[in-house]
């Protein structure tokens, strides 16, 4: 049977009158690769936002293995193997690629000494055999000393998507991880997402359908805050109520005319 | 102008450039990573100046009094940021900037307690001269601009060369992306919270010999702090220490001029750049988030 790992139930996020996530259930299973789709201003990303704890949500719960996580913090959830990608390349520009990378090290600091914080120097884990990894992993060894600010938007990603891989989550959650880019840089993301699967759980959320066609295992689909469909791609795709969200093909009207 | 004159005038700026740097790489700190105004700051450059006082009158070593400061300083930075200014980080730039006014004005009610109204005056650690280019100047103002100067270079190595400092450039940029990496921001706060207060104490400290020390005296250096941290731009401190260093000669040498110039230029200056460059110097746009 499969280990539930995230699982929200009737998770509810208003911004005043506007319900952006309405009474949303979901479940990730251990080593689930699972999408969740929707035009823009579906709610994906607020739900998202939910999951990995920017935002509390007004009702509903959020457990991770069983344990609430609700009113965690992002570091809390972070500690318990939950992280994120965002929308918007949340990598720092000022910053060489390998300095990125040693920060989403630095986790593993958290319990360290002032001592340590303050006299620790940056250079000694350039050369960290499981960040040289991650480097050629993604690509980005040639790159490792650039600054940040001057890579490519694909760099960017694949740098991004490196950091939250390094802190070796349990659950992976990447907004938009294809946002912007071109379709070699699609398949060059994609590419190194798939090393991960079956290694983590991982949740993608994405605009584009085509995108994640030959990636997720299962679908969400999302419209005006609810979740519309569930299931395969097939079938979430050949659902009335996203066909009518995603492409206006409202099939009831189609199915009248015809009768007609 | 005579050679001597200006010699003089520009060891001056340069001594008032180091208070400066000290006192608004703080400010300019916590605004970059925290997006407060820290008035209070003014607060620790007051405690650490009557530090310098009380110290050096009962040990009779006006270092010691200077050390003293900065530990005392960094010590109430810390119980301000623990007990106030962590239940305040979410509100608006005004809420803090109110909040932090506050705390000063009230710092400056318990310095009034404790040390009285009178000014106090700080003797000079070292009475020596020096001769440069046949100018006499007191050898202490060019040790308040060599101790900034290490702490230019320290503050330097910190942000570029540890793993802490490297999370508060990182911070500056943008502290979400920061705390999804799940790094303890919280404690970044405290830890830049309390550098910033130990440095203004330092500022206070190793200004006590050079004025009379008084309650008032952090309210009185208000405007030029500012000036120094808007004009450099905020969170930058590179920016900090060139606009630091732009306000102090332009107050020395303005004053040279024309007395009342150095009051006035510094506004002159600051306003031109604005005008020029509305993020400061070595600013970026950065809103609160």
Known sequence: MSIEILKASSVTKRFGAMVAVNRVDFTLYEHDVAGIIGSNGAGKTTFFNLLTGLFAPEEGSILHKGVDVTRMTPQQRVARGITRTFQLTSTFDTLSVTDNLVLAYYRAFHKASMWNLFFTKMKRFHDEPKIISILETFDLLPVRDRMVKNLSLGEKRRLEIAMAVLAEPEVLLLDEPLAGLAESEIKGVLAVLRRHIGKQTILIVEHKISHVQDFVQRLMVMHEGRVIAEGGYEECLNHPEVRKSYWQIDDSATENSSNG | ?289
């Open chain 2, 1 to 289: 102008m005579d050679p001597q004159l200006l010699i003089s005038g520009v060891i001056f700026g340069l001594s008032m450039a180091s208070v400066y740097f000290l006192m608004s790489i703080g400010l300019s700190l916590c605004f970059g990573l925290m997006r407060i105004i820290s008035l209070d700051q003014l607060l620790y450059y007051s405690v650490g100046a009557y530090l310098a006082y009380t110290v050096s009158v009962v040990s009779g070593n006006v270092w010691l009094g200077v050390l003293a400061g900065v530990v005392v300083s960094g010590m109430t930075a810390l119980v301000v940021e623990r007990f106030i200014f962590r239940r305040i980080y979410e509100r608006e730039l005004t809420f803090s900037m109110i909040t932090s006014f506050g705390i000063l004005i009230g710092g400056v009610g318990v310095i009034k307690a404790i040390w009285g109204v009178v000014p106090r005056p700080v003797r000079m650690p070292t009475p020596d001269l020096v001769t440069i280019f046949g100018t006499e100047v007191p050898v202490y103002r060019l040790m308040v601009v060599g101790i900034a100067a290490l702490v230019y270079i320290g503050i330097w190595l910190f942000l570029n060369k540890t793993i802490i400092g490297k999370a508060i450039r990182a911070g500056i940029e943008d502290v979400e992306h920061v705390e999804g990496l799940g790094i303890n921001v919280s404690r970044l706060f405290t830890i830049t919270f309390v550098i910033a207060g130990a440095l203004s104490g330092l500022a206070g400290g190793l200004h006590a010999p050079l004025i009379m020390v008084d309650p008032q005296m952090g309210l009185e250096v208000l405007a030029f702090v500012f000036m120094v941290v808007i004009i450099g731009g905020l969170g930058s401190i590179k920016g900090t220490l060139v606009s630091s260093l732009i306000v102090g000669q332009v107050v020395s040498i303005g004053s040279l001029i024309y007395a009342p110039l150095a009051l006035m230029a510094p506004f002159a200056i600051m306003l031109l750049i604005l005008l020029v460059k509305p993020t400061g110097l070595y600013g970026s746009t950065m809103v609160k988030k």
